[in-house]
């Protein structure tokens, strides 16, 4: 009759899940990632040293949006299936942004077409 709780692991699973929540507020959304791609590399800044970041904020992925402690640990990231899927997803048309989510919802202005006869 004895033996390990059966819920021992859920306790586990809810503090990572909060984790997750938390760090997913700190990342640009797509679009914001998506216009800082489209700049270009002359239009960019260099990035600033900064010690609160991860490699003093030098080693970043533009496409994740993310700061790496070295190159090989950022190297090793540009290998990852989840920033591949990143860059396929930069690369193809634009995401959805709070404008197309207000006209589909009906709160933009109304397009009611051409304008057939004049009165």
């Keep these: 009759m004895g033996g390990k709780c059966p819920h ?11 984790s997750f929540r ?9 679009d914001a990632v998506y216009d800082e791609l489209q700049k ?29 402690a070295n190159v090989s ?16 997803i930069m690369m193809g048309p634009a995401p959805h942004t709070q404008l197309d989510a207000d006209l589909a919802a009906g709160m ?3 397009d009611n077409g051409p304008k057939l006869m004049s009165m």
């Design 8 to 18: 021992r692991s859920v306790k586990k699973r809810r503090y990572s899940h909060k």
């Design 22 to 30: 938390r760090s997913k507020f700190l990342v640009k959304g797509d």
């Design 40 to 68: 270009g590399e002359e239009e960019r800044k260099p990035l600033p040293v900064d010690e609160d970041l991860p490699g003093m904020g030098q080693y970043y992925c533009f496409h994740c949006d993310r700061y790496f």
């Design 73 to 88: 640990i950022r190297d090793e990231h540009f290998k990852t299936k989840r920033h591949r899927k990143r860059v396929k």
């Design 108 to 110: 933009g202005k109304p």
